[in-house]
Structure formats: C-alpha cells, structure tokens
C-alpha cells in the first residue's frame, strides 16, 4: 500500500502562483509514476501532470502547459506542483495521485487539496 498526503492549497488571485505538495508514504518502491489531477465543481476529474520515477520525463495538460511545473524529490518521496499564472478556471480539488505503471487509472489517491483562484 501507497499513502500520499497533499499540502499547499489555499486562496490566490489570479495571475498568482501556488505550489502543491505530495508525500508518499508506504511501498513507494512499487510507485513508477507520480502525478496531479483535479475535480472542478460539477466537472469530472481531469488530468494535469504527471511524472517518471526518474524526474526525468513530465506530462502535461494542454490547459497547465507553460504554466505548472511538476518536479519529484525521491529522497523524500515528494512531488510538487508549482502553478503559475493561476486563471480562475484552474480552481479544483487537486488529487496526487500514483501507480505501479501508468496514469491512465492511478491506483492510489490523495484525500485532496482545495485550489481556488478568485478573479
């Protein structure tokens, strides 16, 4: 089992920065790939980030390119989202989430952290 902890959301205005955090806890050997994703209200859950176990290779969504960064420190099983140029539309529930292969269905999930971003 995989626990992730997420910390660092909060209130900004926009064209603010935020940076999210996730500690993962557990069998974080078994953890290929670390990422985001976010449930806007009334919106299904959506990708956003994600990352290799090496840091070396990251993926975005259309809508956070050239805006977020995520970047990992495996010294201390934490990932980070850093949010730059926030817009209103990026107000969500962020999830860390994390898997043993891949994105498409992460198996363990984060309790969430609250991002809203007032214009």
């Known amino acids: 089992q995989v626990q992730l902890v997420e910390s660092g959301g909060g209130l900004v205005q926009a064209g603010g920065s935020l940076r999210l955090s996730c500690a993962a806890s557990g069998r974080t050997d078994t953890i290929a790939r670390m990422g985001w994703f976010r449930q806007a209200p009334g919106k299904e859950r959506a990708f956003v980030a994600a990352?290799?176990?090496?840091?070396?290779?990251?993926d975005y969504a259309d809508s956070v390119k050239g805006r977020f960064t995520m970047s990992r420190d495996n010294a201390k099983n934490t990932v980070y989202l850093q949010m730059n140029s926030l817009i209103p539309e990026d107000t969500a529930v962020y999830y860390c989430?994390?898997?043993?292969?891949?994105?498409?269905?992460?198996?363990?999930w984060g309790q969430g952290t609250q991002v809203t971003v007032s214009s």
């Open positions: 989430v994390a898997d043993p292969r891949s994105m498409a269905t992460p198996e363990y």
């Open positions: 990352i290799s176990r090496s840091g070396s290779v990251t």
